[in-house]
């Protein structure tokens, strides 16, 4: 399948500060990037979708200006936790969608694991 | 009603026996389907993906689909133990966004 990079595998960071999480299509053109957010033992969480070149599409109670999604090329997406807080402490996927000949399977990065201090 | 439900589990099977996961869904205009395997604390991997109605087969994986009944389900023949894991069931209505349910544990004992 196609491999999408996700990156930091895992984060700690200070209450207040800002986070960016990376994921990159190495071998397709990602044109859809879908941000996942998965609590333990719960299962994942669209967060938002975003589409190369245009603004997100967040999903019902996910905060647009807290989580900062950029997807400015067809390789990379990115999503910043602004002013993290304790409750923010997640496990967060990315999953890109394109054309890679495999129809519309989305294939998911590694995950980053937040903890907030 | 959830958009996709997922028989509870844990489920719990011997090695080299089958494990059967079932997953049901509310949109009848999904066209793709998805199973995913999930490690604790790492990523899904999908293992599965179905189109049409029917079966298919990969290896000792076997998904069923059947559209009528809003039916999805995996078939995982002579269990091994590193098939321990939770494994979700995603449905697709659009390119690749995925609803999830939330997931089956599955224990395979050695």
């Known amino acids: 399948g196609a491999v999408v990079s996700q990156h930091p595998s895992w984060v700690i960071c200070k209450s207040g500060t800002s986070v960016k999480i990376e994921c990159r299509s190495l071998d397709f053109q990602a044109t859809t990037m879908f941000w996942y957010r998965q609590f333990p033992k719960q299962s994942l969480m669209l967060m938002a979708t975003?589409?190369?070149?245009?603004?997100?599409?967040?999903e019902q109670g996910v905060e647009k200006d807290k989580f900062l999604i950029n997807h400015a090329s067809l390789t990379l997406s990115t999503l910043t936790v602004t002013s993290a807080h304790p409750e923010d402490s997640s496990f967060y996927i990315c999953?890109?969608?394109?054309?890679?000949?495999?129809?519309?399977?989305?294939?998911f990065g590694q995950g980053t694991r937040l903890t907030v201090v | 009603q959830k958009e996709v439900e997922q028989n509870s589990g844990p489920l719990s099977v011997p090695e080299g026996a089958i494990a059967s996961l079932n997953c049901t869904y509310s949109d009848r205009v999904s066209q793709s389907f998805f199973w995913y395997r999930q490690y604790s604390g790492k990523s899904p991997e999908l293992i599965m993906s179905i189109y049409s109605n029917g079966d298919k087969e990969d290896g000792r994986f076997t998904a069923q689909l059947n559209k009528a009944s809003q039916y999805v389900s995996l078939l995982i023949r002579d269990s091994q133990p590193s098939d321990s894991a939770t494994y979700l069931c995603?449905?697709?209505?659009?390119?690749?966004?995925?609803?999830f349910g939330d997931g089956t544990t599955l224990t395979v004992k050695p």
């Open positions: 975003s589409n190369e070149g245009s603004k997100a599409t967040y």
């Open positions: 999953s890109g969608s394109g054309w890679a000949g495999m129809g519309t399977e989305a294939f």
């Open positions: 995603a449905v697709n209505t659009n390119a690749g966004k995925s609803t």
